[in-house]
């Protein structure tokens, strides 16, 4: 079925409605992002030291205090005071002999990302706990990977906007079970489930965000819902200080939620899906969905177009359908739809888990918070600009594999040479790496959301979008072990992203195409030549779309045949009878048959 050319156009394209709904699906991507990055404020380090223990000091110097008290107390070095030691009196020496453990907990330069009081300060998550603030940061990105695979597969079932609201209406009481966590175990628990929640409404907005729109409008509206990812992202800081407490910011971005499920939860602002409905058969709601949208288009077309013959021809089904709905286990059994699965689900695990490669060169040159936030936020609404300008006019498949070489390049650079580099050239190469990344793993999702076939976009786009949450994951992980093994990973993701670059070039492009809507045109899609020929493929001068310059032979041969249809057609002409007098053999001394 080709929805585009043949429903969608007819119905007024990317028109006054699909405009207005479009822009609805913007919005909610800055409350989206306030909920995904809440999680670096709330968790952010404050600088902070052992609080003084008289307990442990001589008796002659249990008065002391203020500075004196801190001397006597806690280690200083180079880079300030100890953060996780006391000093260690033997019974009667005058002096500290060893060190130990904080025993009255820590005092905390406050505020941390402008929050007076976080997790950190709430549990005490340093020194030897300070492996749980990762570890928390891994929980929430685990439970936006289940919910990519869990709630994609509800999005093919029972469409997108039953998901959208569904886990948007889920999410709200989650956000207010973590403002109010007792416990490290119980936030554990809750930022897991959240974090599921909130994919499940990302990825039904991304997918039917898609479906409104034609080829050539598919890019910019995608981008422009990144660049309000990146707002939210941005306002996420004012945000906290206003808050000023982890509780009340964790509160603020639950009620934008709230406020989003009250407002956004009208069918009027999101629909469910037109093209999903006619490719899963469910005629009576398409009908409904597809004249809503015609008539908001300011298109009015006749009864006729709406019909169920008419639908039914261009599903190319014959009688009255029932509803049919695949499901993942459908995609592994394919084999073009789970070729570009796997390799647009690689790029984007590798676009995302080489990223820690690169920021990790900015810790010693942005040493506030703040900075390397911003920094990362306005690198990220570049790398939009970037596929702005250039997807639509070179090619999916071209741009990624570009992004990628860079990406590969810079990180092999940075591997092998930084210890003989400048600082500024080794701070020029990282930041370019992060945008390359992040390009290339916006671009393998748009990619995905392009070549995966409507009956199974919302899995199959839930799988790649899972892979890249694997990569994200990596970064937390390396920091609950302290970054012990960095080098073998920043190794591992260099050479994926090379290798990587062989398989890009298996993939279809899809510029300029309409969407796949069943598994048979997601199957046939062909990848294009690598390089264009120069060359005619046929060089056979009867196949030539030029007359002009074809050998005396080809053009005797060519008049030969014109001459054949000429008799051929003056043949059909010929009324019955004569054609039988034609036919029938002359008698024998016949002279005129014989002349």
């Given at each position: 079925m080709e929805f585009d050319a043949r429903l969608l156009r007819p119905a007024g394209g990317f028109g006054r409605r699909a405009r207005l709904l479009a822009a609805a699906t913007w919005v909610p991507n800055a409350a989206l992002a306030l909920?995904?990055?809440?999680?670096?404020?709330?968790?952010?380090?404050?600088?902070h030291r052992c609080r003084p223990d008289p307990a442990l000091l001589p008796p002659a110097l249990r008065n002391l205090s203020g500075r004196a008290l801190l001397n006597a107390s806690v280690p200083r070095g180079p880079a300030g005071w100890s953060r996780c030691l006391l000093y260690r009196y033997a019974p009667g020496a005058a002096g500290p002999n060893r060190t130990g453990p904080c025993t009255r907990g820590w005092d905390y330069e406050l505020p941390a990302a402008g929050?007076?009081?976080?997790?950190?300060?709430?549990?005490?998550?340093?020194?030897?706990?300070?492996?749980?603030?990762?570890?928390?940061?891994?929980?929430?990105?685990?439970?936006?990977?289940?919910?990519?695979?869990?709630?994609?597969?509800?999005c093919d079932r029972f469409g997108r906007r039953a998901t959208f609201v569904f886990s948007?209406?889920?999410a709200v009481p989650l956000g207010i079970g973590v403002a109010l966590a007792l416990n490290y175990m119980m936030l554990l628990s809750l930022r897991l489930l959240l974090g599921a929640a909130l994919a499940g409404t990302f990825l039904s907005l991304y997918v039917a965000r898609l479906e409104l729109c034609d080829p050539p409008h598919r890019?910019?509206?995608?981008?422009?819902?990144?660049?309000?990812?990146?707002?939210?992202?941005?306002?996420?800081?004012?945000?906290?200080?206003?808050?000023?407490?982890?509780?009340?910011?964790?509160?603020?971005?639950?009620l934008t939620l709230a406020l989003l499920a009250t407002c956004w939860g009208c069918p009027s602002l999101f629909p469910e899906s037109p093209?999903?409905?006619?490719?899963?058969?469910?005629?009576?709601?398409?009908?409904?969905?597809?004249?809503?949208l015609a008539e908001g288009?300011?298109?009015?077309?006749?009864?006729?177009?709406?019909?169920?013959?008419?639908?039914?021809?261009?599903?190319?089904?014959?009688?009255?359908?029932?509803?049919?709905?695949?499901?993942?286990?459908?995609v592994f059994s394919t084999r073009v739809i789970w070729k570009n699965s796997l390799i647009l689900g690689f790029t984007a695990f590798i676009g995302s888990g080489i990223r820690p490669c690169f920021t990790r060169n900015l810790a010693p040159y942005l040493p506030q918070f703040h900075f390397s936030y911003f920094l990362l936020a306005a690198l990220e609404a570049a790398a939009c600009l970037f596929l702005c300008v250039t997807v639509n006019r070179v090619g999916r498949r071209p741009i990624l594999l570009l992004c990628t070489i860079l990406t590969?390049?810079?990180?092999?650079?940075?591997?092998?040479?930084?210890?003989?580099?400048?600082?500024?050239?080794?701070?020029?190469?990282?930041?370019?790496?992060?945008?390359?990344?992040?390009?290339?793993?916006?671009?393998?999702?748009?990619?995905?959301s392009e070549v995966l076939p409507t009956v199974v976009r919302g899995a199959g786009l839930g799988l790649i979008m899972a892979a890249s949450f694997v990569g994200k994951a990596a970064g937390p992980i390396m920091d609950i072990q302290n970054n012990r093994g960095f080098f073998l990973h920043h190794v591992v993701f260099a050479s994926f992203a090379i290798l990587s670059v062989l398989s890009i070039m298996l993939l279809p492009e899809s510029k300029g195409k309409g969407l796949p809507e069943s598994l048979q045109d997601g199957e046939s899609q062909r990848r294009p030549p690598l390089f264009r020929s120069s060359r005619r493929r046929d060089q056979l001068p009867l196949l030539s779309p030029r007359s002009a310059g074809l050998a005396p032979e080809a053009q005797d041969y060519a008049r030969l045949v014109t001459a054949t249809k000429k008799m051929l057609s003056s043949h059909r002409r010929t009324p019955p009878r004569d054609r039988q007098l034609l036919l029938e053999p002359a008698p024998h001394g016949d002279p005129q048959q014989e002349t």
């Open positions: 909920g995904f990055f809440a999680g670096l404020l709330l968790a952010a380090p404050p600088a929050l007076r009081s976080s997790l950190v300060t709430q549990w005490d998550l340093v020194c030897s706990d300070r492996w749980k603030v990762p570890l928390e940061q891994t929980t929430y990105l685990l439970g936006w990977l289940s919910g990519c695979i869990v709630l994609g597969l509800a948007l209406v889920l890019l910019m509206v995608v981008m422009v819902a990144g660049f309000f990812w990146v707002a939210g992202e941005l306002l996420l800081p004012g945000l906290a200080v206003l808050c000023r407490q982890w509780r009340l910011l964790q509160g603020a971005v639950t093209r999903w409905l006619l490719a899963t058969r469910q005629l009576e709601k398409g009908r409904k969905g597809l004249r809503a288009n300011g298109v009015s077309l006749e009864d006729e177009f709406y019909s169920q013959e008419h639908l039914l021809a261009e599903l190319e089904s014959e009688g009255a359908p029932l509803p049919r709905y695949h499901t993942l286990c459908e590969g390049i810079a990180s092999l650079l940075l591997l092998a040479l930084t210890q003989y580099l400048l600082d500024w050239i080794i701070l020029t190469l990282s930041v370019l790496g992060i945008a390359y990344s992040q390009a290339v793993t916006m671009l393998s999702i748009f990619f995905a």
